[in-house]
């Protein structure tokens, strides 16, 4: 089974920042788009960043400004980093890796922001 491997989360105030990282098999890594998504509870999953093979990126304006995404191809890795943390960013944050074949996800990491 393939694993995306999540770390990072915890909790924060208001205001802080916080990275995510998440390591991929170089097999998945190297031929993905990767993203991040989050789900607050009773809600859907959202999409929050994508980084393409090629470094264009994609973030919804709920986030734009304060989150940026990157990737490490070195260290089959990818970041989010997330500054100016609000509350309404609390969820579970889920690594994606997202190609013609299929989706792999991350088994998430919480990151909860205090006021």
């Known amino acids: 089974q393939v694993q995306l491997v999540e770390s990072g989360g915890g909790l924060v105030q208001a205001g802080r920042s916080l990275r995510l990282s998440c390591v991929a098999p170089?097999?998945?890594?190297?031929?993905?788009?990767m993203g991040w998504y989050r789900q607050a509870p009773g809600q859907q999953r959202e999409l929050v960043a994508q980084?393409?093979?090629?470094?264009?990126?994609n973030y919804p304006d709920s986030v734009k400004g304060r989150f940026t995404i990157s990737r490490d191809n070195e260290k089959n890795t990818v970041y989010l980093q997330m500054n100016s943390l609000q509350r309404e960013d609390t969820a579970v944050y889920y690594c994606?890796?997202?190609?013609?074949?299929?989706?792999?996800w991350g088994q998430g990491t919480q990151v909860t922001v205090s006021s």
């Open positions: 994606n890796a997202h190609n013609w074949l299929r989706d792999y």
């Open positions: 980084i393409s093979r090629g470094g264009s990126t």
């Open positions: 170089r097999s998945i890594y190297s031929v993905s788009t």
